[in-house]
């Protein structure tokens, strides 16, 4: 999985929040299962503020855009990305752990 935590120096009102990610089975790289952020305004007590399951198709970059609900302005934002996981039997890299490739997290 992969875990970021950004820190906007101040409190701030957040809308949405957006990256993309390389799907190319071929080469064992997998789309996420789940992307969910966390908003904090104290950096030590995150709740939920939004979630998105990316939508998978022939296309090798999975773009994720979806709006955040945060009812006050916060300082921290928490970016959890889980993996895919186990590559399924008959498919290129059966059984292995599949790469996760990230581009830029976009918050607005």
């Given at each position: 999985?992969?875990?970021a935590?950004?820190?906007?120096g101040n409190?701030?009102?957040v ?31 995150y ?14 970059i ?6 955040l609900k ?5 300082q921290y934002?928490?970016v ?5 996981g ?22 607005k």
């Open positions: 999985d992969a875990e935590i950004i820190d906007f409190k701030l009102s809308s949405s929040f957006a990256t993309s990610f390389f799907h190319a089975p071929g080469q064992w790289i997998r789309a996420p299962k789940e992307v969910i952020i966390y908003g904090s305004e104290d950096g030590i007590k709740n939920e503020i939004g979630k998105a399951i990316p939508e998978v198709g022939n296309e090798k999975v773009r994720v855009d979806f709006s945060s009812s006050k302005p916060i934002i928490k959890l990305i889980k993996r895919f186990i590559i399924p039997t008959g498919e290129q890299g059966e059984g292995n752990e599949a790469w996760l490739f990230v581009d830029e997290l976009e918050v």
